[in-house]
């Protein structure tokens, strides 16, 4: 197994695998964040973060087991957030988008990918990592917890997604590795 960037090439096969994950939520009536085929993630939103260099992927062989988006930017207004350190823009990660392939659920790759996050972010001196989501996606919440993340408050993000009114803010603070 392995977890690294993503290249622009690849972020149309990223894409796919957003595809395929939703199509699976919606049919098993699990699809707990809320997220709509083709709309969100897309391969519009892989290919953005790939060339900003934000789209990581975790790989076995060829096959696409989680991606996910580690940005600087919170897409959305994150000033609401009950944080427990007021910190600047560029002070802390974001997490966006994770999504891990339906195969592997419940086997612990979510709480690896988050170690990865955690020690991806403090490597780069980045002092917290946060994250949101939508409010009655409880497995998110349950792995979120488990793995040290805080409460930080919901809010109306701006973010204007039909039928999402509020997320719910966490946040895990980081050591410094200089």
């Not at 699976?24 to 060339?51: G, H």
């Not at 339906?102 to 980045?126: F, H, T």
């Not at 917290?128 to 917890?145: C, G, H, M, S």
């Amino acid at each position: 197994m392995q977890i690294r960037k993503c290249t622009v090439d690849e972020a149309a096969a990223v894409g796919e695998f957003y595809d395929a994950t939703v199509k699976f939520m919606n049919d098993n009536d699990v699809n707990y964040a809320k997220w709509i085929y083709k709309i969100f993630p897309s391969t519009e939103y892989a290919l953005d973060a790939a060339r900003d260099g934000n789209l990581f992927v975790c790989m076995e062989g060829e096959k696409i087991l989680a991606a996910f988006v580690l940005s600087e930017n919170p897409e959305g207004d994150y000033s609401k957030g009950n944080w427990s350190q007021n910190l600047a823009d560029g002070e802390y990660l974001t997490l966006h988008a994770f999504a891990v392939a339906p195969s592997v659920w419940r086997q612990g790759l979510g709480k690896k990918i988050l170690g990865y996050c955690m020690n991806y972010a403090a490597e780069k001196n980045y002092r917290a990592l946060r994250l949101d989501i939508v409010p009655e996606n409880f497995p998110a919440k349950k792995l979120y917890e488990s793995c040290g993340f805080k409460f930080a408050g919901a809010a109306d993000l701006g973010r204007e997604f039909s039928g999402i009114p509020q997320f719910c803010m966490y946040e895990k603070q980081l050591k410094l590795r200089n």
